[in-house]
């Protein structure tokens, strides 16, 4: 079976969460290495906000219960970004059998996209 999510969002619409609410809305989201590396870099927020809800649409319709603190989205030197579960995200994804989750993201002026695809064991 194969386990895929996409989503795209405004760059604008994370500037303007920021803006609202600040640290409450950057630390219910985000990581706090995710924060160290992005904190002042809403494309990158953005890009990282969408590859959040890829991954929960990659594990499908029963993800109730997942903080998007349980999904963590970090690149390496080389730029390439990786996907880390925890708490009930990685226990719904051993119950799909995950092995890892793949991503791609990229973003323009405007627009955040991200990819997931799930590899099973």
């Known amino acids: 079976m ?9 760059i604008t619409r994370i500037k303007n969460a920021i803006s609202r609410w600040g640290e409450s809305f950057l630390h219910r989201v985000y990581t ?5 590396l992005y904190y002042n870099k809403p494309s990158s927020l953005a890009t990282r906000f ?7 649409k990659a594990l499908g319709p029963q993800t109730k219960g ?4 349980e999904i963590e989205i970090l690149s ?20 799909l059998g995950l092995d890892k ?8 002026k405007e627009y955040a996209i991200a990819l997931v695809a799930g590899e099973t064991k």
């Open 66 to 69: 997942i903080s998007w603190r």
């Open 76 to 95: 390496d030197p080389g730029g390439k970004p990786s996907v880390r579960l925890c708490g009930e995200a990685q226990n719904r994804a051993n119950s």
């Open 32 to 36: 706090d290495p995710e924060l160290k």
């Open 50 to 56: 969408a590859g959040k809800e890829a991954v929960m």
């Open 101 to 108: 989750l793949a991503i791609s993201l990229s973003h323009s």
């Open 2 to 10: 194969n386990y895929i999510g996409i989503d795209i969002i405004e």
